[in-house]
């Protein structure tokens, strides 16, 4: 019953942020978005037809009456059809969500565990070469833009430059082969990426946490070293951590990898959004902006309730 | 009478003999960290490449067509050139110019609009101002970061410096949030307390006396800052968000996509060899920096 109530004071504490998301994208997508009285009009328009066209597009009508018809559409789920393929926007985002989950989940588990996995390594050798050997790495890993890492990675992997074990562009998920074969360069490219910042990450968690009273106590009195890791340490990095994983989901899930599915033409929804970004096609853009804004919102909310499930310190006041 | 008291205002804020020990002390750390020292010449070289484009002394035929089409690697051509046969070396120079120009441009702007959003909003921590920062900040990062400069490059239409008013309106929030954290440790401070009971009027608290005590924090905000224009307008200008006019890596880097395939790579080797060195400069230099001006980092 607790629990309850602490979400749903959550839940209400979340609708000025969900109004806020959505007026930005409103402003700055519709209001101020690309206006297509122009494209619908021949050469020499009339006042009256261009006045015509403006009001069937609704541009005449007042802010707050167009903010609320946005709401309704990110409601209903509603956005209208695509100005450059004509298609659905609700069929294109159901149809390209999927292909976006089965390309980034693998990479993104991945890129997390081996990142958690490197950090505990050169936390526990702090100070000494293997500590020294994986940051220096992980500053490297850093420095490279991500845009670079997947050129390289396609002309190493995918071209007769190199190695040309993969399939360079396209998506197939046919059978299991076929699948692995088109993810594993993207997915090596988000791994490499990803890992320079996740392993720093966990390893300033990771080492702030074992430096505490608590556990140089537990140790003293000779805890063993995967207990002492499991119920001293790890257990208590578990809000830093959560966090993270829970903030990368929104944009997993509605963004895409934009860069990754536009390099390897990988139909997801973040070379939708890429081609709507290109041709300046307004409802995919007014659709993915504000859902993925809506739901980072939900996100921080489930976050929030989600903290009280793994750390008791956390009060439900 | 309240100039005296404003400059016993000002004896009374001791921590000022504190605080140049603790610059005293980063410095003397920074000086014996061998790999921020490296850093930091790495960095001091590029700005002279980047000032002797400013000046014109070189570099300054990178938009003409030089020689044929994929000239190999030679002495006129260091780099070889690109596809319509412009020198890469030269570009790749007059590209440092850009990155220095954003980087700076981004880094400065939102330090001072994190800085004083924040400062704000940890001095007033509680009141409805503290309510709306933190709710702009809120709903600033709910939007991600490339949707939010596409969504930002189309109301502002054609704007030459849509990214960097698209950069400066996202990452100013993590500044922000640093800085509101510390004003809300100092602002309980004596030294604050000793400014207020004398008089001192609330904003000359904050701009005199508590932001000046977060210079460490927007100093290293500031390195990181620079990094991220740096790797993220590479990826707009892919995108085709960024650099309108000039020349930069990210362009470069666009323009050898239509290379690479036919087994070209100079420009794209060139562009990303260039922009990793010194944005692993400037990481090692942040690092440095870091550990030099936050005692309790662990390194």
Request: charged share 15%.
């Amino acid at each position: 019953m607790d629990v309850l109530q602490f979400a749903l004071r959550k839940l209400l504490a979340g609708v000025p942020l969900l109004v806020g998301v959505t007026l930005l994208s409103f402003t700055l997508m519709v209001y101020f978005g690309p206006d297509k009285t122009y494209e619908l009009l021949g050469k020499n328009s009339t006042a009256a037809q261009i006045a015509e066209v403006r009001h069937e597009l609704g541009y005449d009508r007042p802010f707050f009456v167009r903010y609320a018809e946005y709401l309704r559409e990110l409601a209903t789920l509603d956005f209208g059809h695509s100005d450059s393929t004509g298609a659905k926007v609700s069929t294109l985002l159901a149809r390209s969500i999927p292909v976006s989950l089965a390309l980034e989940l693998p990479g993104f588990v991945l890129g997390n565990l081996l990142g958690l996995a490197l950090a505990l390594t050169a936390a526990f050798h702090r100070g000494r070469w293997p500590d020294k050997l994986i940051m220096g790495v992980a500053v490297v890993g850093m420095s490279v833009s991500f845009l670079i890492v997947i050129f390289a990675f396609q002309i190493w992997f995918c071209t007769s430059h190199g190695l040309n074990w993969f399939p360079v562009r396209g998506w197939s998920a046919a059978g299991p082969l076929d699948y692995l074969a088109h993810i594993a360069v993207p997915t090596l490219a988000t791994v490499f990426v990803a890992l320079g910042y996740n392993t720093r990450f966990y390893r300033a968690v990771i080492v702030e946490e074992m430096g505490r009273d608590h556990v140089r106590t537990a140790r003293a009195f000779g805890t063993p070293p995967l207990r002492l890791l499991w119920r001293n340490i790890l257990k208590n990095c578990a809000i830093p951590i959560v966090t993270r994983v829970m903030f990368t989901i929104p944009s997993i899930v509605i963004g895409g990898a934009l860069l990754i599915e536009t390099a390897f033409g990988i139909p997801g929804v973040g070379r939708v959004t890429y081609e709507a970004i290109i041709s300046g096609d307004q409802p995919v853009l007014k659709a993915v902006v504000g859902l993925t804004a809506s739901l980072f919102v939900l996100t921080l909310l489930v976050t929030d309730i989600l903290y009280r499930a793994v750390d008791p310190r956390v009060s439900l006041q | 009478m309240t100039a005296g008291m404003a400059r016993n205002g000002d004896g009374v804020a001791v921590p000022a003999t504190r605080r140049t020990s603790l610059w005293q002390t980063a410095l003397a750390k920074f000086a014996r960290d061998r790999a921020g020292l490296v850093g930091l010449t790495v960095v001091a070289l590029y700005l002279l490449v980047a000032i002797g484009v400013w000046f014109g002394w070189w570099a300054t035929e990178w938009a003409d067509i030089t020689g044929a089409k994929w000239a190999p690697v030679s002495a006129q051509h260091w780099f070889g050139t690109n596809i319509i046969g412009q020198d890469i070396f030269q570009r790749g120079l007059y590209s440092t110019a850009t990155a220095f120009e954003v980087g700076l441009v981004v880094a400065v702007l939102v330090v001072v609009l994190g800085g004083l959003l924040g400062a704000t909003s940890g001095f007033l921590a509680g009141s409805w101002v503290d309510e709306i920062v933190l709710w702009t900040m809120g709903v600033v990062d709910a939007v991600p970061f490339y949707l939010m400069v596409a969504a930002i490059a189309f109301a502002l239409a054609d704007y030459p410096y849509a990214m960097h008013v698209a950069m400066i309106s996202t990452f100013w929030t993590t500044t922000g949030r640093f800085v509101r954290g510390e004003v809300i440790k100092l602002r309980g401070l004596e030294f604050v307390e000793a400014a207020r009971a004398l008089g001192v009027g609330q904003a000359a608290i904050v701009l005199r006396h508590v932001l000046p005590n977060t210079l460490h924090i927007l100093l290293v905000q500031m390195t990181l800052c620079f990094v991220d224009a740096i790797k993220a307008e590479v990826v707009l200008s892919f995108l085709g968000l960024g650099v309108k006019d000039g020349m930069s890596w990210g362009l470069m880097i666009s323009e050898s996509t239509l290379e690479f395939l036919a087994g070209h790579f100079n420009n794209l080797v060139a562009a990303s060899l260039l922009m990793f060195g010194l944005v692993y400069a400037f990481n090692m230099f942040a690092d440095a920096l870091q550990d030099a001006l936050d005692p309790k980092r662990v390194a």
